[in-house]
């Protein structure tokens, strides 16, 4: 039987989404989900009409490091977007340069550039034969709820809790069967932009 489980279909169309930016925060451990994942995300993201300029691309080595991450990129675009500080972080990230966005920049002018208006943190845990699995997944999902409440910028969970390694490459859309599964990253893309969207009109 087939599963109702899954989002109603996302908003179409975006309106105002050229003005947004937009973070992703990723965890390096499982790669091989996490690449798929955070393209998922910048493809959702630019279809919905986000400048692939504006949106910021930075790893962390593991998932426990994400609500760190995505709580100073917040504040660094803040520190930035309020002086003219000439860029944020030096990009680090999994993808190849032809699939990331264009690094960040000021302009020859030094002209600050706006604060995020969401970030996505995205990372991959995988259950082994130990506690760790748990401890992160606890700590990590609920840091990051935290920073958005804390914070006022919406912070979307990309994290997947998967307990077999066929789980989490199938929600990364690269299943090994017939079945690729679904990339969970386009729907957190979308996510991101809606939310963004509504918090500016909720200000
Ligand atoms: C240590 C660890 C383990 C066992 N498993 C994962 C995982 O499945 N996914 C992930 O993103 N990170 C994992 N890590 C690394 C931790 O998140 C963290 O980077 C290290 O403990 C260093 O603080």
Redesign the pocket.
Known sequence: MASIKGPAPAPTSFPGAENLRIGIVH?R??EECITPLVKGCVESITKAGVKPENIVIES??????LPFGVSRLISASQVQASSNVSDLMGATSLLDDNSKPATPTTGSAGKSKAALDAVIGI????K?S?M??EY?SES?CSGLMRIGLDTGVPVILGVLTALTEDQALERSGVGRGANKGHNHGLDWGSASVEMALKTNRWA
């Open positions: 965890a451990w499982n962390v080595p593991g998932s426990w490091e990372g991959v845990l995988i082994g130990t760790h699995f992160i990590c």
